[in-house]
Protein backbone atom coordinates (compact mmCIF):
# COMPACT_ATOMS: atom_id res chain seq x y z
CA UNK A 1 0.00 0.00 0.00
CA UNK A 2 1.25 3.27 -0.87
CA UNK A 3 2.29 5.50 1.85
CA UNK A 4 -0.01 8.71 2.67
CA UNK A 5 1.99 12.25 0.98
CA UNK A 6 1.55 14.95 3.12
CA UNK A 7 3.23 18.36 1.53
CA UNK A 8 3.73 21.40 4.06
CA UNK A 9 3.61 24.47 3.00
CA UNK A 10 6.11 26.56 5.27
CA UNK A 11 5.99 30.09 6.65
CA UNK A 12 7.20 32.88 4.20
CA UNK A 13 9.22 34.91 7.05
CA UNK A 14 12.23 33.33 8.98
CA UNK A 15 11.17 33.81 12.44
CA UNK A 16 7.55 31.73 11.30
CA UNK A 17 9.42 28.95 9.96
CA UNK A 18 11.27 28.16 13.07
CA UNK A 19 7.96 28.12 14.84
CA UNK A 20 6.45 26.38 12.46
CA UNK A 21 9.02 23.37 12.91
CA UNK A 22 7.90 21.83 16.20
CA UNK A 23 4.41 20.94 13.81
CA UNK A 24 6.78 19.46 11.56
CA UNK A 25 8.46 17.20 13.80
CA UNK A 26 5.06 15.84 15.90
CA UNK A 27 3.47 15.52 12.26
CA UNK A 28 6.58 13.08 11.68
CA UNK A 29 5.70 11.37 15.14
CA UNK A 30 1.87 11.05 13.98
CA UNK A 31 2.82 9.76 10.70
CA UNK A 32 6.04 8.01 10.74
CA UNK A 33 5.00 5.79 7.42
CA UNK A 34 4.50 8.98 5.27
CA UNK A 35 6.03 10.89 3.08
CA UNK A 36 6.51 14.36 3.99
CA UNK A 37 7.71 17.26 1.95
CA UNK A 38 8.44 21.17 2.64
CA UNK A 39 6.88 23.60 0.34
CA UNK A 40 9.06 26.68 1.01
CA UNK A 41 10.70 30.14 -0.67
CA UNK A 42 13.86 29.41 -2.37
CA UNK A 43 15.69 31.66 0.45
CA UNK A 44 14.34 29.23 3.20
CA UNK A 45 15.20 26.39 2.01
CA UNK A 46 18.50 26.14 3.75
CA UNK A 47 16.90 25.93 7.16
CA UNK A 48 15.39 22.83 6.21
CA UNK A 49 19.09 21.00 6.16
CA UNK A 50 19.40 22.05 10.27
CA UNK A 51 15.86 20.16 10.95
CA UNK A 52 14.91 16.70 11.07
CA UNK A 53 11.50 15.16 9.98
CA UNK A 54 11.16 15.98 6.25
CA UNK A 55 11.91 13.79 3.32
CA UNK A 56 11.88 16.29 0.50
CA UNK A 57 12.28 20.09 0.60
CA UNK A 58 10.78 21.65 -2.59
CA UNK A 59 12.07 25.56 -2.82
CA UNK A 60 10.07 27.82 -5.11
CA UNK A 61 10.59 31.23 -6.25
CA UNK A 62 7.08 31.97 -7.43
CA UNK A 63 3.58 31.28 -7.16
CA UNK A 64 3.52 29.37 -10.20
CA UNK A 65 6.34 27.63 -9.68
CA UNK A 66 5.28 26.21 -6.53
CA UNK A 67 1.67 25.09 -8.09
CA UNK A 68 3.90 23.56 -10.54
CA UNK A 69 6.53 21.45 -7.71
CA UNK A 70 3.19 20.24 -5.87
CA UNK A 71 0.45 19.09 -8.54
CA UNK A 72 -0.50 15.63 -8.44
CA UNK A 73 2.22 14.51 -6.40
CA UNK A 74 0.36 14.97 -2.85
CA UNK A 75 -3.17 13.55 -0.75
CA UNK A 76 -2.47 16.15 2.26
CA UNK A 77 -1.64 19.89 2.38
CA UNK A 78 -0.83 21.22 5.68
CA UNK A 79 -0.96 25.08 5.32
CA UNK A 80 1.00 26.68 8.11
CA UNK A 81 0.76 30.27 6.71
CA UNK A 82 -3.12 31.66 6.87
CA UNK A 83 -2.67 33.65 3.58
CA UNK A 84 -5.39 33.16 0.87
CA UNK A 85 -2.69 32.64 -1.81
CA UNK A 86 -1.16 29.67 0.03
CA UNK A 87 -4.94 27.93 0.09
CA UNK A 88 -4.93 28.91 -3.36
CA UNK A 89 -2.32 27.25 -4.50
CA UNK A 90 -2.97 23.90 -2.62
CA UNK A 91 -6.66 24.30 -4.20
CA UNK A 92 -5.16 25.03 -7.93
CA UNK A 93 -2.49 21.91 -7.30
CA UNK A 94 -5.60 19.76 -7.11
CA UNK A 95 -4.41 18.33 -3.34
CA UNK A 96 -7.42 16.47 -2.58
CA UNK A 97 -6.97 17.13 0.94
CA UNK A 98 -6.59 21.07 2.40
CA UNK A 99 -5.92 22.10 6.26
CA UNK A 100 -5.61 25.51 7.42
CA UNK A 101 -6.84 28.21 9.24
CA UNK A 102 -10.36 29.47 8.27
CA UNK A 103 -10.97 32.85 7.58
CA UNK A 104 -8.91 35.58 5.19
CA UNK A 105 -11.65 34.50 2.51
CA UNK A 106 -10.23 31.30 1.65
CA UNK A 107 -12.60 28.45 3.59
CA UNK A 108 -14.16 28.39 0.34
CA UNK A 109 -10.44 26.72 -0.98
CA UNK A 110 -9.78 24.52 2.30
CA UNK A 111 -11.21 20.78 2.90
CA UNK A 112 -10.43 20.77 6.77
CA UNK A 113 -11.18 24.28 8.10
CA UNK A 114 -9.83 24.96 11.68
CA UNK A 115 -11.01 27.83 13.61
CA UNK A 116 -8.73 30.94 15.14
CA UNK A 117 -10.49 31.29 18.66
CA UNK A 118 -9.41 34.35 20.46
CA UNK A 119 -7.66 32.35 22.95
CA UNK A 120 -5.55 30.44 20.44
CA UNK A 121 -4.44 34.38 18.98
CA UNK A 122 -3.38 34.95 21.88
CA UNK A 123 -1.04 32.12 22.52
CA UNK A 124 2.53 31.62 21.38
CA UNK A 125 2.71 31.40 17.57
CA UNK A 126 3.93 27.46 18.16
CA UNK A 127 1.01 26.53 19.23
CA UNK A 128 -0.77 27.93 17.09
CA UNK A 129 1.14 26.20 14.37
CA UNK A 130 0.75 23.59 15.93
CA UNK A 131 -3.06 23.26 16.39
CA UNK A 132 -3.52 22.35 12.35
CA UNK A 133 -2.36 19.00 13.26
CA UNK A 134 -5.47 18.38 15.18
CA UNK A 135 -7.40 17.44 11.65
CA UNK A 136 -4.79 14.41 11.36
CA UNK A 137 -5.33 13.54 14.79
CA UNK A 138 -4.72 13.72 18.80
CA UNK A 139 -0.83 15.44 18.17
CA UNK A 140 1.88 15.09 21.05
CA UNK A 141 2.45 17.91 23.28
CA UNK A 142 4.95 20.61 21.10
CA UNK A 143 8.38 20.70 21.54
CA UNK A 144 10.12 23.15 21.29
CA UNK A 145 12.17 24.41 17.55
CA UNK A 146 15.86 22.62 17.01
CA UNK A 147 18.07 23.14 14.84
CA UNK A 148 21.15 20.84 14.51
CA UNK A 149 24.08 22.56 12.30
CA UNK A 150 25.54 20.79 9.29
CA UNK A 151 28.71 19.90 9.18
CA UNK A 152 29.97 21.60 6.21
CA UNK A 153 28.19 24.96 7.47
CA UNK A 154 29.99 24.09 11.36
CA UNK A 155 33.64 23.74 9.27
CA UNK A 156 32.68 27.41 7.56
CA UNK A 157 31.85 28.97 11.03
CA UNK A 158 35.26 27.57 12.72
CA UNK A 159 37.62 29.06 9.50
CA UNK A 160 35.50 32.46 10.07
CA UNK A 161 35.76 32.92 13.72
CA UNK A 162 37.75 32.70 16.06
CA UNK A 163 38.66 30.51 19.44
CA UNK A 164 37.54 32.70 22.63
CA UNK A 165 34.05 34.31 24.17
CA UNK A 166 31.77 35.43 21.23
CA UNK A 167 28.84 37.61 21.38
CA UNK A 168 26.33 38.08 18.29
CA UNK A 169 25.19 40.93 17.68
CA UNK A 170 21.52 41.54 15.21
CA UNK A 171 21.21 45.30 15.11
CA UNK A 172 18.40 45.61 11.82
CA UNK A 173 15.29 44.25 11.32
CA UNK A 174 13.98 42.62 8.46
CA UNK A 175 10.10 43.20 8.93
CA UNK A 176 10.33 47.08 9.16
CA UNK A 177 11.93 49.91 10.79
CA UNK A 178 9.52 50.32 13.57
CA UNK A 179 11.05 47.12 15.02
CA UNK A 180 14.70 48.65 15.23
CA UNK A 181 16.36 49.69 18.67
CA UNK A 182 18.43 52.72 17.85
CA UNK A 183 21.91 51.76 15.97
CA UNK A 184 23.96 54.26 18.40
CA UNK A 185 22.94 52.33 21.48
CA UNK A 186 23.68 48.83 19.77
CA UNK A 187 26.72 50.13 19.25
CA UNK A 188 27.21 51.40 22.81
CA UNK A 189 26.55 47.95 24.04
CA UNK A 190 28.44 46.04 21.33
CA UNK A 191 31.47 48.33 23.52
CA UNK A 192 30.99 47.02 26.31
CA UNK A 193 30.58 43.46 25.70
CA UNK A 194 33.94 44.02 23.51
CA UNK A 195 35.74 44.35 26.91
CA UNK A 196 34.49 40.97 27.34
CA UNK A 197 34.02 38.82 24.26
CA UNK A 198 34.57 38.93 20.47
CA UNK A 199 31.14 40.71 18.96
CA UNK A 200 30.25 39.28 15.86
CA UNK A 201 27.46 41.46 13.87
CA UNK A 202 24.78 39.67 11.97
CA UNK A 203 21.88 40.13 9.59
CA UNK A 204 20.02 40.05 6.51
CA UNK A 205 21.39 41.23 3.03
CA UNK A 206 19.48 44.55 3.24
CA UNK A 207 20.66 45.35 6.65
CA UNK A 208 24.38 44.80 5.05
CA UNK A 209 25.11 48.94 5.13
CA UNK A 210 23.43 49.30 9.08
CA UNK A 211 25.73 45.90 10.21
CA UNK A 212 28.75 47.28 8.59
CA UNK A 213 28.26 51.09 10.03
CA UNK A 214 27.91 49.40 13.58
CA UNK A 215 30.82 46.87 13.22
CA UNK A 216 33.13 49.88 12.57
CA UNK A 217 32.23 51.56 16.36
CA UNK A 218 32.50 48.20 18.06
CA UNK A 219 36.65 47.33 18.76
CA UNK A 220 37.48 44.15 16.88
CA UNK A 221 34.25 43.74 15.80
CA UNK A 222 33.69 40.47 13.36
CA UNK A 223 31.04 41.60 10.24
CA UNK A 224 28.89 38.63 9.02
CA UNK A 225 26.15 41.07 7.85
CA UNK A 226 24.96 39.92 4.65
CA UNK A 227 27.43 37.26 4.39
CA UNK A 228 25.72 34.40 5.20
CA UNK A 229 23.52 31.68 4.02
CA UNK A 230 20.41 29.97 7.29
CA UNK A 231 22.71 27.36 7.95
CA UNK A 232 26.08 29.41 8.04
CA UNK A 233 24.00 31.92 10.39
CA UNK A 234 22.96 28.98 12.47
CA UNK A 235 26.63 28.16 12.83
CA UNK A 236 27.76 31.44 14.01
CA UNK A 237 24.91 32.22 16.23
CA UNK A 238 25.84 28.82 17.67
CA UNK A 239 29.20 29.27 18.72
CA UNK A 240 28.44 32.31 20.61
CA UNK A 241 27.41 32.51 24.30
CA UNK A 242 25.04 35.10 23.82
CA UNK A 243 22.62 36.76 20.73
CA UNK A 244 21.48 40.61 21.39
CA UNK A 245 19.00 41.34 19.09
CA UNK A 246 15.79 43.27 18.16
CA UNK A 247 12.16 41.15 17.27
CA UNK A 248 13.84 39.05 14.32
CA UNK A 249 14.37 35.44 12.67
CA UNK A 250 17.49 34.97 13.82
CA UNK A 251 16.43 35.75 17.58
CA UNK A 252 14.72 32.42 16.82
CA UNK A 253 17.21 30.32 14.90
CA UNK A 254 19.22 31.73 18.30
CA UNK A 255 16.62 30.01 20.65
CA UNK A 256 16.55 26.90 18.51
CA UNK A 257 20.05 26.52 19.28
CA UNK A 258 19.58 27.22 22.88
CA UNK A 259 21.53 30.55 22.38
CA UNK A 260 20.65 32.57 25.35
CA UNK A 261 18.64 35.80 23.95
CA UNK A 262 18.34 39.11 24.84
CA UNK A 263 15.63 40.49 22.64
CA UNK A 264 14.65 44.11 22.30
CA UNK A 265 10.62 44.23 21.48
CA UNK A 266 8.86 47.27 20.44
CA UNK A 267 6.12 47.02 18.40
CA UNK A 268 5.48 43.39 18.24
CA UNK A 269 3.95 41.29 20.88
CA UNK A 270 5.97 39.77 22.91
CA UNK A 271 3.16 36.82 24.17
CA UNK A 272 2.37 35.51 20.49
CA UNK A 273 6.59 36.12 19.08
CA UNK A 274 9.38 35.38 21.88
CA UNK A 275 11.61 33.29 21.84
CA UNK A 276 10.26 30.08 22.88
CA UNK A 277 12.48 28.70 25.18
CA UNK A 278 13.30 29.86 28.29
CA UNK A 279 16.58 32.02 29.93
CA UNK A 280 16.00 34.47 27.71
CA UNK A 281 15.23 38.31 28.31
CA UNK A 282 12.85 40.32 26.70
CA UNK A 283 13.20 43.85 26.99
CA UNK A 284 10.37 46.14 26.35
CA UNK A 285 8.45 49.41 27.70
CA UNK A 286 4.32 49.00 28.23
CA UNK A 287 2.83 51.83 26.37
CA UNK A 288 -0.79 52.52 25.29
CA UNK A 289 0.05 52.18 21.66
CA UNK A 290 2.15 48.89 21.66
CA UNK A 291 2.23 46.71 20.36
CA UNK A 292 1.24 48.22 17.29
CA UNK A 293 2.24 45.38 15.11
CA UNK A 294 3.43 48.23 12.12
CA UNK A 295 6.04 48.22 9.83
CA UNK A 296 6.46 51.72 10.26
CA UNK A 297 5.48 54.10 13.73
CA UNK A 298 2.13 55.69 12.84
CA UNK A 299 2.84 58.08 15.61
CA UNK A 300 6.27 59.02 13.70
CA UNK A 301 8.70 59.03 17.32
CA UNK A 302 9.46 55.21 17.56
CA UNK A 303 8.15 56.01 21.71
CA UNK A 304 8.94 52.45 22.45
CA UNK A 305 12.17 52.13 21.07
CA UNK A 306 13.37 55.42 22.15
CA UNK A 307 12.39 54.71 25.77
CA UNK A 308 14.48 51.39 25.98
CA UNK A 309 17.69 53.00 28.16
CA UNK A 310 21.31 51.35 26.77
CA UNK A 311 21.84 50.59 30.56
CA UNK A 312 18.67 48.25 30.79
CA UNK A 313 20.49 46.09 27.98
CA UNK A 314 23.56 46.01 28.79
CA UNK A 315 22.35 45.10 32.30
CA UNK A 316 20.57 41.81 30.96
CA UNK A 317 23.67 41.39 29.01
CA UNK A 318 25.86 41.25 31.92
CA UNK A 319 24.00 38.95 33.98
CA UNK A 320 23.92 36.38 31.36
CA UNK A 321 27.37 36.50 30.80
CA UNK A 322 28.17 36.46 34.42
CA UNK A 323 26.42 33.37 34.15
Not at 31 to 53: E, F, S
Not at 195 to 205: H, N
Not at 285 to 312: F, N, Q, V, Y
Request: proline share 9%; net charge positive; charged share 25%.
Amino acid sequence: MRAVRIVVKAPNWLGDAVMGLPALRSLRAMRPGARIAVLTKRGLADLYRCVTGADEVLPYDTWLGAVRAVRGRFDVALLLPRSFSSALLAFTARIPRRIGYAGEGRSALLTDRVPRDPDLLRRHRVYYYHRLLSRLGTPPDPEPPRLEVPEDARSWADERLPRGPLVAVNPGATYGAAKQWLPERFAEVGRRIAARARVVIVGGPAEAALGARIAAEIPGAIDLSGRTSVSQLAAALARCRLFVTNDTGPMHVADALGVPVVAIFGPTDPVTTPPFGRGHAIIRKELECSPCLKRTCPLGHHRCMKSIATDEVWEACRERLDR
